[in-house]
């Protein structure tokens, strides 16, 4: 196939991914709701076969056309109901991520000092034995614990925690201890589990932080817009951007960062003060409704203004309006949790108000999630009485997820050696040095590894500072378990992947490195088997999936989408909802979330804050010749009142300096942005440079974010950063 870089103009790109024919990103066509799906038509020569996304967490349904061995366009699939049919611009963009001339071909062993860009091409044969080599060393040396494992979001990752519990290492963590850990925690201690947005048919929304006309989630994304344009609902964003859901919203608040919590607080104040909740539901499925109420007695509409810029007379408006439309109404869950140091909290007081709105298991509210079918395999993994007790960033936050770890908090006691030392590290598909804040640190850390292997698409930041690089398939390349994928409603299903091309250049899937390596260290037995193997065992409940995922590349079981949890108990201490939470009391945390106002601007600095856009997947698209063509850079989000203040006019090059680093980009002057807050796209100004299209251009944001964490959970606090920013002159 030619260069992608060079054969598809913008246009041609716009046509591939239907943005002509929707018009705007809000456009109906784009975002339409269940009843607009539908497929572009084949061209009759083309070889169709079906898949799912790789290019975001979303992993939505799609068609990719085949000629001659060669993927020449990629369609929704129709019958997958969570992307509502369709497949946006990342989506099509996977052209370009599977023939990208910068993608891993062979296997490279690092020659010079970390960072010098000096590799050698190595036979698979050989990197294996060197990757077995190595962990037999570290394992024997520093013990199983001694070596940290870290997957990103794939369905591939889950053989990296199976080859960490059969080496012996409790030392894993996820891409999601850097964005989601907090979220997930807040929801799941008030409910016993975490919800899903029933969008398509609430009739109130009020969405604080999330961006979903941009940062696009399926269905939520497109459910949105037809809940807005078709059914009624009322749209209320904070942000302190004016985003594309900020335009598309019927009301939109430049909200104060870090003060959400001060703005839900006050929504319950209201809604319980004028007793505007449902007191049958309140008394049958709720705890702590007398001690909440006390509580938020402080919290006053007008104790809220102050707090977060927003006239109290609105804020009680919308509380009683909010209230009026439930149970069909919400407080959208979100997905930047990556907030401030207490963004658990923060969630748990969005969690709370949802509870006061009666809207779990109900139309337009908070759902459950439902059964697929499939099943675990399992396994019994050795046990080594030479190793350590407990993970190292055990016991240092109290409510982490074991399964997840805290990247931040794992890189601190990494560097100290506390309790112990960690000195191998191996890596698939996530990219701390580019998504971690504070990359220094991450550099740090690296270089007090003996030896460290990345097993990626793209040479990657870390992979650029890794010992070995080995190359992986494309998601259109290889064969991958099957998984369950939740949403609204009709959402719940079943996917796999089976290779829609013949892999490329020497790549190989994670899992048959993982087994290479097993083979190798007398851990053969816990990889004895085939993908195809592993399927039958996941479906066994459900013999027919495989099939009709060959037939419609999606399965469907059968289940209630509302009800769910009639005649059921939650998984909390009072087995209800707990707007008082019992545990968090056991554990000495706050019962219920106390309001801590955020540390102010300092005079002549800006708050730093993250967000996407429809284009972006943290630092996985700056080098996608297809996306590039948008986003060739990142610039700074600069008020104008504050840029003209600086002396800054819309374009000039500006450097930004935080306590922990500094970088230079554009400007963009704009009045779509608070003046006291800064904002950039992540990604940009990679240190690899077979990095082509991102190396050297526009700024890294994580080499400006400061190190905070989650008290809670650990999860990192991209919010808490002020910089500085003047104009570079000539």
């Not at 290779?499 to 007398?522: H, N």
């Amino acid at each position: 196939m030619s260069n992608p870089k060079q054969t598809m103009s913008r246009r041609d790109f716009f046509k591939a991914s239907g943005l002509v024919a929707a018009g705007a990103l809000g456009g109906p066509a784009l975002l339409g709701g269940l009843k607009k799906a539908n497929a572009a038509v084949p061209a009759p020569a083309w070889d169709s076969k079906f898949s799912a996304c790789d290019i975001c967490f979303n992993k939505c349904g799609l068609i990719a056309r085949v000629e001659d061995g060669v993927v020449k366009k990629l369609d929704p699939n129709p019958k997958f109901l969570k992307s509502r049919g369709m497949l946006c611009a990342r989506g099509n963009a996977g052209i370009a991520q599977v023939y990208d001339p910068d993608r891993l071909k062979h296997p490279l062993l690092r020659k010079g000092a970390r960072g010098e860009g000096k590799w050698q091409r190595i036979p698979w044969d050989e990197a294996l034995d060197m990757a077995a080599q190595k962990m037999e060393e570290v394992r024997s040396k520093y013990t199983p614990c001694g070596h940290l494992f870290s997957a990103g979001t794939d369905l591939h990752s889950q053989f990296v925690g199976r080859f960490a519990e059969v080496y012996g290492s409790f030392n894993v963590t996820s891409h999601e201890s850097l964005c989601l850990v907090s979220g997930n925690r807040a929801f799941l201690d008030t409910y016993g589990e975490v919800p899903f947005a029933d969008v398509l048919n609430s009739k109130y929304i009020i969405m604080a932080g999330a961006n979903r006309f941009e940062a696009l989630v399926t269905p939520d994304s497109m459910d949105l817009m037809t809940a807005i344009r078709e059914n009624g609902c009322k749209l209320v964003t904070l942000d302190p951007r004016y985003t594309k859901t900020a335009a598309l919203s019927h009301e939109w608040y430049p909200v104060r960062p870090g003060t959400d919590m001060a703005f839900m607080l006050a929504l319950a104040h209201v809604i319980i003060a004028e007793k505007l909740y449902d007191p049958q539901w309140i008394e049958e499925k709720t705890y702590g409704i007398e001690m909440l109420a006390e509580h938020v007695k402080q919290y006053t509409p007008g104790f809220a203004a102050e707090q977060c810029s927003i006239p109290a007379e609105d804020i009680a408006r919308i509380a009683r309006e909010l209230a009026a439309a439930a149970p069909a109404a919400m407080i959208y869950p979100g997905r930047r949790t990556s907030d401030y140091e207490n963004s658990t909290q923060i969630r748990r007081a969005f969690a709370i108000v949802n509870g006061l709105l009666g809207n779990w298991d109900k139309p337009g509210g908070l759902l459950a999630a439902r059964a697929v079918g499939l099943k675990g395999v399992p396994y019994d993994a050795p046990w080594y009485d030479e190793n350590q007790e407990d993970r190292i960033d055990a016991h240092k936050v109290p409510m982490m997820f074991e399964h997840e770890g805290s990247f931040l908090v794992t890189r601190d006691a990494v560097l100290a050696d506390d309790p112990y030392p960690i000195r191998g590290w191996f890596i698939y598909k996530t990219n701390p040095m580019g998504t971690a804040p504070n990359r220094k640190k991450t550099i740090e850390m690296m270089n007090k590894m003996d030896f460290v292997t990345v097993v990626d698409i793209a040479m990657s930041d870390t992979a650029w500072m890794a010992d070995l690089v080995l190359p992986s398939q494309s998601y259109l390349e290889r064969t991958d378990p099957c998984s369950g994928l939740q949403g609204s409603v009709a959402c719940a299903c079943v996917v796999k992947r089976d290779p829609i091309i013949e892999p490329m250049y020497e790549s190989r899937s994670l899992f048959d490195v993982m087994k290479g390596i097993a083979g190798r260290m007398d851990l053969g037995e816990y990889f004895d088997f085939t993908i195809d193997e592993y399927r039958r065992k996941q479906t066994r409940d459900i013999p027919e999936a495989l099939e009709v995922m060959d037939r419609d590349g999606v399965y469907y079981n059968p289940s209630k989408v509302y009800g769910i949890y009639e005649g059921r108990i939650y998984k909390t201490l009072s087995k209800k909802i707990e707007l008082y939470n019992q545990r968090y009391e056991q554990m000495g945390l706050d019962p219920m979330p106390v309001y801590t106002e955020p540390t102010k601007v300092p005079k002549n600095q800006f708050r730093l804050v993250v967000g996407r856009d429809a284009l972006t997947t943290q630092t996985s698209t700056a080098n996608n010749s297809l996306l590039h063509q948008f986003n060739p850079a990142n610039t700074l989000w600069l008020n104008t009142e504050s840029a003209k203040r600086l002396g800054i006019n819309d374009g000039d090059l500006v450097e930004v300096s935080s306590p922990v680093g500094r970088q230079e980009l554009a400007a963009e002057v704009t009045d779509k942005i608070r003046t006291d807050t800064v904002y950039m796209l992540s990604g940009y100004n990679t240190l690899s440079t077979m990095q082509t299209l991102s190396h050297n251009v526009g700024a890294s944001i994580n080499e400006l974010l400061d190190d905070d964490y989650d008290t809670v959970t650990g999860n990192a606090s991209m919010h808490t950063t002020f910089v500085s920013v003047t104009r570079k002159v000539a």
